[in-house]
């Protein structure tokens, strides 16, 4: 069965401290796609990314960094100098086999000035 | 491109109360999936559909539970005989339909109704 293992329930970190946010995930699918959703408190899911596990190789986008490692079934989420507008829930979800969406219990992020 | 609209935001109703909620995904997405969300968890999927056609249903949605999407766009979640388990957000989602399979594609989520049942 799929299941997504978001282990730090909530962070806190000082402005400008770099953050990363762990995901570990479990499936048999040789196929997969993996996704990263924020969730502010307005309460709206915002979606950050989206990877097939074809595609190891990292990503950057800004202040967001993603590191895909199929070798111990991870996909970690690093914020470079947070900012307060981070603070959120981070929930990352796993699609395989054909069934739906399989979130994890998310991670609260806290971003004290 | 507006984003998925939900309605009402919030609602308050008394146990053994029916109420309806209402999805409007993105405009020419033809995929939409209904969510639940309780406090400290992450969303868990309730239904799917593609165009009008109803695909899935999670096992989560008990004969109380019916949704509809008539004409392919809007879509409605109403809830019967509310019980206090059923006090949740409800998520409604939407993608576009060209990733291939049903959940492959990225889905767009709408702000969520949340219900409190007395």
């Known amino acids: 069965a799929q299941k997504v293992t978001q282990a730090q329930t909530e962070i806190s970190v000082v402005e400008k401290e770099d953050v990363t946010l762990d995901c570990v995930y479990e499936?048999?699918?040789?196929?997969?796609?993996l996704f990263w959703y924020k969730q502010p408190p307005s309460g709206e899911l915002v979606f950050l990314i989206r990877?097939?596990?074809?595609?190891?190789q990292n990503e950057i986008s800004g202040r967001y960094s993603w590191n895909f490692q199929k070798s111990t079934s991870s996909f970690n989420f690093t914020i470079t100098a947070s900012q307060v507008v981070d603070s959120a829930v981070y929930f990352c979800?796993?699609?395989?086999?054909?069934?739906?969406?399989?979130f994890g219990k998310g991670t609260r992020l806290s971003v004290i000035a | 491109d507006t984003g998925v609209s939900q309605d009402p935001r919030h609602k308050i109703t008394k146990r053994g109360q029916n109420v309806t909620f209402r999805c409007d995904p993105i405009?020419?997405?033809?995929?939409l999936y209904w969510y639940r969300q309780t406090l400290g968890q992450g969303p868990e999927f309730l239904t799917y559909f593609q165009n009008e056609a109803q695909l899935e249903k999670s096992r989560l949605l008990s004969d109380r539970f019916s949704a509809e999407r008539p004409k392919g766009s809007f879509s409605t979640l109403e809830i019967q005989r509310t019980e206090q388990g059923d006090s949740a957000m409800y998520l409604c989602?939407?993608?576009?339909?060209?990733?291939?399979?049903?959940?492959?594609?990225?889905?767009?989520f709408g702000p969520g109704t949340r219900l409190t049942v007395l």
């Open positions: 979800a796993l699609y395989s086999g054909n069934t739906p969406l399989v």
């Open positions: 405009s020419e997405h033809n995929r």
């Open positions: 990877r097939n596990s074809f595609d190891e």
């Open positions: 499936t048999r699918d040789t196929t997969y796609y």
């Open positions: 989602a939407s993608s576009s339909g060209l990733a291939g399979g049903g959940y492959t594609d990225t889905q767009y």
